[in-house]
């Protein structure tokens, strides 16, 4: 397969719990924590946490439980309520250099992870770290595989079994050109998201 793998950008860390349940955290806030934040309001940063905001604060799509952690310790708290246990593995996918070309990998091993009940954490545009994480029933997979250069990769694949409840206009459905709810939609994860799977 042709892939680029892409760093992330972001860069921003987590506030301890305290720091973060300290400052507001609502689209009806936005004045005070950009003023908090030392934020100019028409900044591209300041449209950047708007987006992130609303985001986090849109409903949930059908029967998905939806959650944006402002904290590592509140991304494992929504992660272990949402499996039923705190037996769980964190993964995300890794490369081994800084900045590998798109090129054709080879893929040397997949294995499924043993449950498809996950939680799935992407990273948010915001000057902390903000993740949006979401309770999933889906298809999940390590995949190892190597570069033509030799960058070795061990990539986290989602496969949805059911999207029949996400917009038509959703981007898969047009790169795919299939309808919601006909196909699973599969993809890897960029190296910022977070799968969180219980330990069997």
């Given amino acids: ?16 719990r305290q720091a973060a349940d300290s400052i507001p955290f609502s689209f009806t806030k936005l004045s005070e924590i950009l003023f908090r ?4 309001p028409n900044s591209i940063e300041a449209e ?16 998905e439980t939806k959650y944006c952690a402002t904290s590592i310790e509140a991304m494992v708290d929504f992660s272990t309520s949402s499996l039923g246990t705190r037996n769980v593995e964190a993964l995300s996918t890794t490369v081994d250099r800084e900045a590998p070309p798109k090129q054709v990998y080879s893929i040397s091993r997949v294995q499924k992870l043993p449950s498809s009940k996950l939680v799935v954490c992407h990273s948010e545009n915001y000057p902390y ?7 999933t029933i889906s298809e999940a997979y390590k995949v ?15 496969c949805h079994t059911d999207m029949a409840g996400f917009d038509p ?3 898969a459905f047009k790169v ?16 910022s998201d977070i799968v969180w799977s219980p330990n069997k």
């Fill in 1 to 16: 397969m042709t892939l680029h793998f892409i760093r992330p950008t972001t860069g921003a860390t987590f506030l301890p």
């Fill in 37 to 40: 934040l030392s934020i100019m």
């Fill in 48 to 63: 950047a946490m708007k987006k992130t905001l609303q985001e986090c604060e849109e409903p949930a799509i059908d029967e």
């Fill in 129 to 135: 770290a903000v993740f949006y994480c979401h309770a």
């Fill in 144 to 158: 190892l595989m190597v570069g033509k250069d030799g960058t070795k990769v061990e990539a986290v694949a989602a």
């Fill in 169 to 171: 206009e959703h981007v």
């Fill in 176 to 191: 795919l050109n299939v309808k919601p709810g006909t196909v699973p939609i599969c993809h890897f994860l960029p190296q």
